[in-house]
């Protein structure tokens, strides 16, 4: 079956810029969209269309992709961007949803 | 604004059927895809299925032969059944839809935008 590949976690300061990437075969003609979930929520859309920035999500998160690899890039980590991110996309044949395995980014 | 609120029972025995009801508030069925996901610690997020308000569906083929989505117009609502559940379904379900919003408009979409508040599923003999 069809895989999304993350790193478990990443570290960062505040104020510095966090990337997490997110790998998978179909991300090459695959858009893929990223969420944003805290201890005890649902998942929050932060990302869609690999680059385009839903109302409301600030500036800091951004989205770029390149061949199979997309990265959501948090600039100017702040405490409250602490949280599990995942990626989400659709198999080559657009006929199945999955989820990346998650990244737990930690502010230090 | 869209808001979806979810229900079922949250304690099941092995091999009973899970039923989960996502109402939608604040707009229509028309024009999106309906979804539910799973989390679980182990396997993370996972997309169970989806249905239209027309009835048209997508299901995740590992879950295919037990799951079945329906979609009430009349009441704003669509449910989500799995059959001969076992301890392997224990998981705080979502409804979600698929959608995405962009310079005042909304559209279908392969994004889940808005979700639901999640509820845990217990499968315990």
């Known amino acids: 079956s069809y895989e999304l590949t993350q790193p478990p976690s990443v570290s960062v300061s505040p104020g510095q810029t966090a990337r997490i990437t997110c790998s998978g075969d179909a991300l090459s003609n695959q858009y893929a969209y990223w969420y944003q979930q805290k201890p005890g929520q649902a998942p929050v859309l932060v990302m869609q269309k690999d680059t385009e920035r839903p109302s409301g999500i600030p500036e800091r998160f951004s989205g770029s992709s390149s061949g199979t690899t997309v990265t959501l890039t948090i600039s100017g980590v702040q405490a409250g961007d602490e949280a599990d991110y995942y990626c989400q996309s659709a198999d080559s044949d657009s006929t199945y949803f999955v989820f990346g395995t998650g990244t737990k980014v930690t502010v230090l | 604004q869209v808001q979806l609120q979810q229900w079922g029972a949250g304690l099941l025995k092995p091999s009973e059927t899970l039923s989960l009801t996502c109402a939608v508030y604040?707009?229509?069925?028309?024009?999106?895809?309906w979804r539910w996901i799973r989390q679980t610690p182990g396997k993370g997020l996972e997309w169970i299925g989806e249905?239209?308000?027309?009835?048209?569906?997508g299901f995740n083929p590992s879950l295919k032969s037990r799951v079945v989505i329906s979609v009430d117009t009349s009441k704003n609502q669509f449910s989500l059944k799995l059959s001969s559940v076992t301890a392997a379904d224990t998981a705080v379900y979502y409804c979600a839809r698929g959608g995405y919003c962009t310079g005042g408009s909304c559209y279908p979409s392969n994004a889940f935008d808005i979700w639901g508040q999640g509820t845990l599923v217990t499968v315990s003999s």
């Open positions: 249905i239209n308000h027309s009835g048209s569906t």
């Open positions: 604040g707009g229509s069925l028309s024009d999106y895809y």
